[in-house]
């Protein structure tokens, strides 16, 4: 996927536009080329405005038909290998081509009573989730009735589209599709930083297995250097951040009991909001800590 | 096992006092026998001081014989069935008689290994203990020398002796080997304990598995109705308590994300003194949570 | 004011019973002349019920009887001498023998003011208050109507004779006219009870002024050898508590600044149950600290 | 005082320099005379530097004399206004000018026998202390020798020397000697930022009282506009922060107690590094609070 810049965009012809933007919306090429007329853009926030209108302001059937271009999630289609290149690395984000064979059958399943429901299929912006939180709004939705599942299939889209033009196109704004989890380990034994903890934030599912999200060591402000997660939604789910303080207190001279009473702090908490700021700190001594949604 | 008074060994013949009390040392009735003589007992702590002072005062002969009566923990008396009823119920607390076919090689290993070098079996008061921190007792005192490892001997024994009077012997005081592990929940989103509050506690082992200990459910005080560890030692370990405070949070009129951030909250901490007193409470709204070790 | 046996007042002559009780109610032996004849009472409770039946099923002008015999608040009675012992006592505990002229008249301009307007003086158990929150519930009282205001009064005589009955009269029951203040200090700097702790309780009024209520030193279990305030109604108003952790921790090997970050730690917080349990914990160390209601 | 620029002492002539600068050392043009030679200077630091060198590679007679130029603090000279401007200004910001007669009289008294002792004056850079913390080490140094003496009032006129060169001189780089102190309010209630929530820094002096430095509300990330003490030291000495968090939680739809548990939140704590930075932040529910030497 290359990137172009909204200027090029703005001054491209309209076959070029299309080129650079027809795959925006699944298999829709007319939703940018209704949007082009209302070049120039002066932000990104412009000409996502103009393909939203585009979708919104289209007949049913034309928004019908955007829709029901979609692939099934965790599909035949995303087993085969056809899916579009997007597609691909959508379902990848939330592990949808990791499925055991079970879970594909459950996905299978409740995609096909889905769609026998609604007659178009179960549409959802994977990149804002992960594999617990979309089986969650499949049961969820599967209860919905067709014209409120339409409405929320075009948010879904929407949002999809969001998030391609944020990786896609080059611009001074930026789209408010971002989330981004941080942390800081505050050492109340030494009124300082805690400095040199290393740390692990896992994604859980809810059979309660764990997947390394990533690895970290505190800075001398306490922090670590980058955002845990940023630069992308927070997927919907439930994580755990580990804390090495029994490693880090073993290193300064505290006085510790054998074994120390606190070793491995876990903390599990839940992302609800993919484009929230979540903030998890950390306040420790040897024998207590405290931990908060902070700011 | 059958109980007895302290008044009743007091009273009783000399015979009757080795039949009850013989086997309170392993295969060595001969120390109940000295300490007879100094009946009556005013107090258990004055029996085991007897006890106590018998083993210490006899030679480095006799005292090495008690020693070398004791059966290798995880061992093949265990696994065949001849051990003593004590020592048998004592190795199943540690989770001896559970042990993995790699476990069981492992004991056996180092059980050899320090038996071939000091001349006498590994002892150590299994029911102040996990299995991981029996292993982790091995290791470090493999390395130790002789004379330093028959002192740890007669400690371990007196201690295993204690907690055999403690169950025997019904006396107006007790011996101080008991400790306990409590928590408490307070609600600081409402000002009011937790009630309610459905939580379990388990045993951690070195490689994460977790053994369920027990489950318990909070009162109107915040407290469960009895400690969750009482009237034995808490064996040096790790420990995860985990509580639901989703749910609860979820029976209240609180306003919460969906998913909560905060649903079932875990804590990790280790035992490191058997006989302490251990209280592990929980500060919680549905943003943030503190504990610490208490009194 | 002597005390009395519930097993003494269930045996007495009707006279000897209106001797002790008579002047339960301010001014009317009636009230007591009544219940004696539901003797013999098995409860505290179940006397304190008859009282209470007695003067709610009396007339609306016997009651207003009972009303209209109450002295004036911090009122020129108070001021003369002229009141019964138990009122004497019960004026002097909110401070309402310590007004500066300023309050007195005050006092007395709302005193009139509400007797203008209601026709009898404005009751409140002021044992269950301080001078402020006295003050407050006269001017809201103030611009209630006459049938709720008569009702109020009803409801504090009541709690005023709940309160002289739980201090004359001996019973197997207590009533519940009891509250509770109580701290407890956990250092989790060490894990261990903050031991040796000097703590004082003021009182605060709305100006700003405090009012040493006690002082103490926290035991080796972090608490205050009794609660600060116990046997009687916590009054409704503002408290402030002082921790001396500076102390503290300059006594122990605490690495700490010069001057330490922490010293004297004052904690504010009001009482609005009179009955209620206030648990007021600090969870320290030498650079943090968290207080909460506890249990 | 006016400012110049780094660039315009580099090119000035010596002349010129001096008028610049010749009054950075109390009554020494001489030192900024020397360091004139080591022209130019990319750097403030490299200034500093300089002016420094030249003090400490003076004999001792002359830095004696740099010395004994210093007026007495809160002496005679600042009674009668015959201080150099610059020497007004840092007594005025500890307070100096604003001495009760009887602290003037302790001051008098204190400088006396310090000048009486040692030959020159009691010397401190007062821009980093309160009148306290002055007088603390008034005290404390008092009881020192006179070798260590001298040395401790270079240090300190170094300290002066820097803080007149920050104010004085524009330059691409800053001297270390700026504090800060800021705060955060983060509501654990609502797990949001603590918006609106007033706020109050008071000086406290070891007679309790306070003098109000600034106020402010904090905003929609629970932190105030800007910090509450920065571009300067943070001086010496005790401080109360304290938070409105009752009318915060009264605007919100909190259940609260009447009165509330918590209202005016007074926190204390006290300064030790002017140049550290000290972050108090507070984390609040309507019943409970924690707070903590941040970063």
């Known amino acids: 996927m290359q990137q172009v810049s909204l200027a090029q965009l703005n001054s491209a012809t309209k076959a070029e536009f299309i080129a650079a933007l027809g795959d925006i919306f699944e ?15 002066a932000t990104l926030a412009a000409l996502y405005a103009s393909l939203k209108t ?27 290998g056809t899916l579009t290149p997007e597609s691909t690395a959508e379902q990848t984000s939330a592990g949808l081509d990791r499925l055991s064979e079970a879970e ?10 889905y769609k026998a429901r609604f007659g178009f299929p179960f549409i959802i912006c994977v990149r804002r989730h992960t594999k617990d939180s979309i089986l969650r709004a499949l049961e969820r939705r599967a209860k919905s009735n067709a014209a409120s599942e339409r409405a929320t299939a075009l948010t879904e889209i929407l949002r999809i589209v969001a998030l391609r033009l944020d990786q896609r196109v080059r611009a001074p704004d930026r789209l408010a599709v971002h989330g981004r989890l941080s942390t800081h380990v505050l050492d109340n034994y030494s009124g300082r930083p805690g400095e040199g903890i290393a740390l692990e934030l896992f994604e859980l599912s809810e059979s309660d297995e764990r997947r390394l999200i990533t690895r970290a060591v505190t800075n001398d402000d306490g922090r670590t250097e980058a955002p845990l997660i940023a630069g992308r939604p927070v997927p919907i789910g439930a994580y755990e951040l580990r804390f090495a303080i029994g490693d880090y207190y073993a290193r300064t001279k505290a006085e510790l009991a054998d074994p120390p009473f606190l070793d491995v702090v876990p903390i599990r908490f839940a992302v609800a909001e993919p484009e929230g700021h979540y903030h998890v700190p950390l306040l420790c001594t040897p024998w207590s800590y405290t931990t908060y949604r902070g700011s």
């Open 27 to 41: 298999h829709s090429p007319w939703v940018p080329e209704v949007a082009a007329a209302d070049r120039p853009f």
């Open 54 to 80: 585009a979708l919104l302001r289209a007949g049913e059937d034309r928004q019908l038909a955007v829709i029901t271009a979609h692939p099934d999630l965790a599909g035949k289609a995303a087993r085969a």
């Open 104 to 113: 594909y059958t459950t996905f299978h399943r409740f995609n096909e009573a």
